[in-house]
């Protein structure tokens, strides 16, 4: 069973910069995702990495503004966020399948209990 945490979240003024950290033991052998989910709209699929990092994919929504990397060395994936929009605030949730599945959420089996992102001057 994978339990996975995420840490990173907070208040940050509009233009600012978070990193997400998803951590796990064993989540190197993992393909994972980061998603979001703002009060009152749907969950979106923000960006995914394959296990071994070779492939990424993000949003259209936070590209050129958003990376998603990983160090299996340390069972973590990271989501660093920069030029953050009042917009981007959500809950961030990681997710993880054993099998790449980008940014379908209903393929991932393993879910964290999210992290309160929020975006206001």
């Known amino acids: 069973q994978l339990q996975l945490v995420e840490s990173g979240g907070g208040l940050v003024q509009p233009g600012g910069s978070l990193r997400l950290s998803c951590a796990a033991s064993?989540?190197?052998?993992?393909?994972t995702a980061w998603f979001r989910q703002a009060p009152g709209k749907e969950r979106e699929g923000v960006s995914c990495?394959?296990?071994?990092?070779?492939?990424?994919n993000l949003a259209d929504s936070v590209k050129g503004r958003f990376t998603v990397s990983r160090d299996n060395a340390k069972d973590t994936v990271y989501l660093q966020m920069n030029n953050l929009k009042p917009e981007d605030t959500a809950i961030y949730f990681c997710?993880?399948?054993?099998?790449?599945?980008?940014?379908?959420?209903?393929?991932?089996?393993?879910w964290g209990q999210g992290t309160q992102v929020t975006v206001s001057s």
């Open positions: 990495i394959s296990s071994s990092g070779g492939i990424t």
């Open positions: 997710a993880a399948d054993r099998y790449y599945s980008d940014l379908r959420g209903e393929e991932y089996d393993y």
């Open positions: 064993g989540l190197s052998s993992y393909a």
